[in-house]
């Protein structure tokens, strides 16, 4: 099997034009020069690995800066940006509508209350319900293991998105 035609373009990329793309998937510059700094990549798995050992070492500042690109759980993501796109896909299984979505715009609002940024869950692939089970669960954090557990959804969720620029 050959070298994805996404991974190619990136590779061949101007920095800056690679930089931009890398901030899309996580908006922390440090994270995307050093992923940036690591062009050329062999391979898919080679760029994850470089992306996820970066990732794995963001500070709380860079958390906050990359939860500042990240709409509520639940709320549609608005405008053509590929950000948004990426949300509303990545929370295509939160329904709109209902007593679920009323149950998540509360949770959010207690969440926000509880550790004063927005609620943050890899929500690809989960339903309402196993979002808002999670965010249940994580109100009953301290804060220093609710930093954790934000740090390492925003790295699934940053793997997630890279993994869609290096494969199309």
């Known amino acids: ?19 931009v793309t890398l901030l899309r998937c996580c908006d922390v510059p440090g ?10 990549y062999s ?8 992306a ?3 990732a794995s070492t963001l500070s709380r500042d860079d958390v906050d800066r ?4 990240h709409p509520r ?10 950000q948004a ?15 679920t979505a009323r149950a998540l715009a509360d949770g959010n609002r207690a969440y926000e209350e ?16 196993e979002i808002l089970a999670a965010l249940h669960t994580r109100l009953g954090n301290d804060d220093d293991k609710e930093q954790q557990v934000v740090a390492d959804e925003l790295r699934k969720i940053t793997l997630t998105r890279l993994r869609k620029v290096l494969t199309v």
Not at 43 to 50: E, N
Not at 85 to 99: L, T
Not at 114 to 129: D, M, N, Q, S
């Open 1 to 19: 099997m050959g070298v994805a035609a996404g991974l190619v373009r990136f590779n061949a990329m101007p920095a800056d034009e690679a930089e």
């Open 31 to 40: 994270w995307a020069a050093r992923v940036r700094r690591g062009r050329p």
């Open 43 to 50: 391979d898919l798995d080679a760029a994850l690995s470089v």
């Open 52 to 54: 996820d050992s970066a």
């Open 66 to 69: 990359a939860l500042a690109a």
């Open 73 to 82: 759980i639940g709320e549609r993501a608005e405008g053509e940006t590929v």
């Open 85 to 99: 796109r990426w949300s509303r896909a990545e929370q295509s299984g939160v329904g709109p509508d209902g007593e």
């Open 114 to 129: 509880r550790f004063g940024r927005v609620f943050l869950i890899c929500a690809t692939g989960l339903g309402a319900e």
